[in-house]
Nanobody, 121 residues
């Protein structure tokens, strides 16, 4: 079974920081692009940032200059360092990965279960 598990969410005051982690586990042959998405109440899920296997990153305008995406390919972990957090960053954050599993070489788009980030004083 291949899965993604996020951690690191929580409650933080405006201007604060959080670091989210996403660990991929199971019988994984290869991981291609990975990314962070978020969904606020009543809104559609939106892209936050993506990163290739070669560590090339892409950010939504809302994340540029405040968030940093990174990954450790050997450990199969992706991170999102979030600084200068604002109330409008409040959302459930999901990790996503394009992966191939060993068992049948199926390549698919996988999602984690999400982690809540709340920015409030």
């Amino acid at each position: 079974q291949v899965q993604l598990v996020e951690s690191g969410g929580g409650l933080v005051q405006p201007g604060g920081s959080l670091r989210l982690s996403c660990a991929a586990s199971g019988s994984i042959f290869r991981i291609y692009d990975m990314g962070w998405y978020r969904q606020a109440p009543g809104k559609q899920r939106e892209l936050v940032a993506t990163i290739t296997g070669g560590h090339s990153a892409n950010y939504a305008d809302s994340a540029k200059g405040r968030f940093t995406i990174s990954r450790d390919n050997a450990k199969k972990i992706m991170y999102l360092q979030m600084n200068s957090l604002k109330p409008e960053d409040t959302a459930v954050y999901y990790c996503n990965a394009d992966m191939i599993r060993w068992s049948d070489q199926y390549r698919g788009d996988y999602w984690g279960q999400g982690t809540q980030v709340t920015v409030s004083s």
